[in-house]
């Protein structure tokens, strides 16, 4: 049974029939550089089994607010983990990976995106999003590599990323970040300056400007 689909790096373009329902349950879908868009496909939401997704390039345009129906079930998913059931209502609440660069996603970043606990790489650089980043992506407690350079984030870095112990990319650049990036026991310090550049209201950390409004030398 088809497992997996590799249509990228290509330049097809896409045209799938908006009722079709695939017989297949993919766990990879990537489809880097080929036109989709500018909607999600519709039968994406009959993927229950995905773990990694790539929509990269795709010419999408839709809010990433809209994303959220593609993270629901009508009804919820009973899944038996050792002996205990447990209900997930998470549309793709297995996904691991999942790439949207590239697009032209606008609006905020959707709450059930923080919900998917399992994901260790999230990559939605060069949108358009615009909101802050929400506390609540502590949640991802698995993620491992984080770009989120080259959108329109603004306010804050949330001290909750503090409690992302597993994250070991990060890039955050080339947005209207604001104030100081949190700092406990260098954790999130230990990023070089590049994570963050492009923020200029940004201070502290590994950057030049300190929160005093004072630039300091770097030791190279």
Known sequence: MQKS???????????????????FQLQDLYTGNCYLGPSIPAWLKSQKKLKDLDFSNASISVKSNDLSMFFYYKQGLVVN????????????????????????????????????AGL??????????SCQIPESISNLQQLSSLDLSSNNLFGP??????????LGFLNLSNNNF????????????????????????????????????????REN
């Not at 689909?5 to 017989?23: I, R």
């Not at 660069?101 to 923080?114: A, C, D, F, Q």
């Not at 909750?160 to 597993?166: E, G, I, K, Q, V």
Request: with cysteine; hydrophobic share 35%.
């Open 81 to 116: 983990i050792k002996g205990l059931d447990r209900k997930y209502t998470t549309l793709l609440f297995l996904l691991t990976s999942i790439d949207l660069s590239g697009n032209n996603l606008h609006g905020y970043l959707p709450r059930e995106l923080m919900k998917l």
């Open 157 to 166: 870095i949330p001290p909750s990323m503090l409690a992302l112990d597993s």
């Open 5 to 23: 689909l590799h249509l990228g790096p290509n330049s097809f373009t896409l045209n799938v029939n908006s009722n079709w329902v695939p017989t």
């Open 120 to 129: 260790i790489i999230l990559n939605l650089n060069r949108n358009h999003i």
């Open 178 to 217: 604001s104030g100081a990036i949190p700092y406990i026991t260098g954790h999130m310090t230990t990023f070089q300056a590049s994570s963050y550049a492009g923020n200029p209201e940004l201070c502290g950390g590994p950057l030049a400007k300190n929160c005093s409004g004072e630039v300091r030398s």
